[in-house]
C-alpha cells in the first residue's frame, strides 16, 4: 500500500509559479513511476506528466511541456511538480498517483492516488 499527500497548491496570477510536493508513505517508493494529473470544473480528468524510476524517462502532456517540471527525491520519498508561467486554464485540482513500472498517460494505469490540490491562477 501507498498514501500520498499533495501539497502546494494556492492562487497565483498568471505568469507565476507554483510547486506541488506529493510525499509518499508505505512501500519502497523508488520502485513505483509517479504522475501527475488535473481536473477543472466540468472537465474529465487530464493527464499533466509522469516520471518513471525503472527507465528514467519523463513525460509530459502537450498543453504543459516546456512550462511544467517533474522531479522526484527518492531519498524523501517526494515527487514535485514545478509549475511556471501558469496559465488561467491551468486552474484545476492537481493529483499525484503512483504506479508499478513504467509511466503511462492514462489514469486508469494507476493504482494509488493523493487527495488532491486546488490550483487556481487568475488572469
Known amino acids: 500500500q501507498v498514501q500520498l499527500v499533495e501539497s502546494g497548491g494556492g492562487l497565483v496570477q498568471a505568469g507565476g509559479s507554483l510547486r506541488l510536493s506529493c510525499a509518499a508513505s508505505?512501500?519502497?517508493?523508488?520502485?513505483?513511476?509517479m504522475g501527475w494529473f488535473r481536473q477543472a470544473p466540468g472537465k474529465e480528468r487530464e493527464f499533466v506528466g509522469a516520471?518513471?524510476?525503472?527507465?528514467?524517462?519523463?513525460y509530459y502532456a502537450d498543453s504543459v511541456r516546456g512550462r511544467f517540471t517533474i522531479s522526484r527525491d527518492n531519498a524523501k520519498n517526494t515527487v514535485y511538480l514545478q509549475m511556471n508561467s501558469l496559465k488561467p486554464e491551468d486552474t484545476a485540482v492537481y493529483y499525484c498517483?503512483?504506479?508499478?513500472?513504467?509511466?503511462?498517460?492514462?489514469?486508469?494505469?494507476?493504482?494509488?492516488w493523493g487527495q488532491g490540490t486546488q490550483v487556481t491562477v487568475s488572469s
Open positions: 498517483a503512483a504506479k508499478v513500472g513504467s509511466g503511462s498517460v492514462s489514469g486508469n494505469e494507476y493504482d494509488y
Open positions: 508505505g512501500r519502497t517508493f523508488s520502485s513505483y513511476a
Open positions: 516520471k518513471s524510476w525503472s527507465d528514467g524517462k519523463i
